[in-house]
């Protein structure tokens, strides 16, 4: 079963602009953890937040953690015609010994209109 | 450092045949998972490696499913009898466990179309 829910499913927006992506999880995590994926392609890392952290840059990259309320934000800036992708948010449950046992949720899907 | 590598990349087969999927892993990452995705849907987890161990497996693994890692190296994914319902792409990923917070590298998955 999934452990969170990206919001929102889909996202459209210009060249340029910024880009917001809501996942929420439900269980207490020892990390989170961005992927990107294009169609029909495997995943790519982006970031990992640890619990401990509340936010965390790379590039263009934004990525908030507010473990109270189980729920992290992917701020993608400036946002290029390439960002058009699925964005993944995935949970490596407390508890689980650290098995890198990732949960995904469904997904964003981004368009960026050029 | 080449990434995850899987292959073949695409298969099509028909309904009860079988089928195996590799996986070489980032060299030296002692941890290796594979994940199955359908489409529209996050991947879901199916097993996972220790270096040659099998330490856990989804219950989404029937028993027409069967993983192995012989020399904590590459590790192959066998689908025995398949259905239609196995039709999907199947990730394998890996990472260097260092006991806090292991970043997983994904490769770019095998397609199973079960005709």
Redesign the interface.
Known sequence: S?QGEEDPQALSIQEGENATMNCSYKTSI??L?W?RQNS??????LI?I?SNEREKHSGRLRVTLDTSKKSSSLLITASRAADTASY?C?T?ARGSS??????????TTLQVKP | DTG?S?NPRHKITKRGQNVTFRCDPISEHN?L?W?RQTL??????LT?FQNEAQ??KSRLLSDRFSAERPKGSFSTLEIQRTEQGDSAMY?C?S?L?S???????????S?LTVV
Do not use: C, M
């Open positions: 999934q020892n990390n953890q992927y029909g392609r495997g995943l790519v890392h990992l640890r993944f995935a490596d650290n098995t890198g046992k990732l949960i995904f949720g469904q997904g | 995850v899987q941890r998972y994940y529209g849907q996050g991947p879901e987890f996972y330490l856990e990730l990923a990472s466990f006991g806090s917070g292991n970043t997983i590298y994904f490769g770019e998955g397609w």
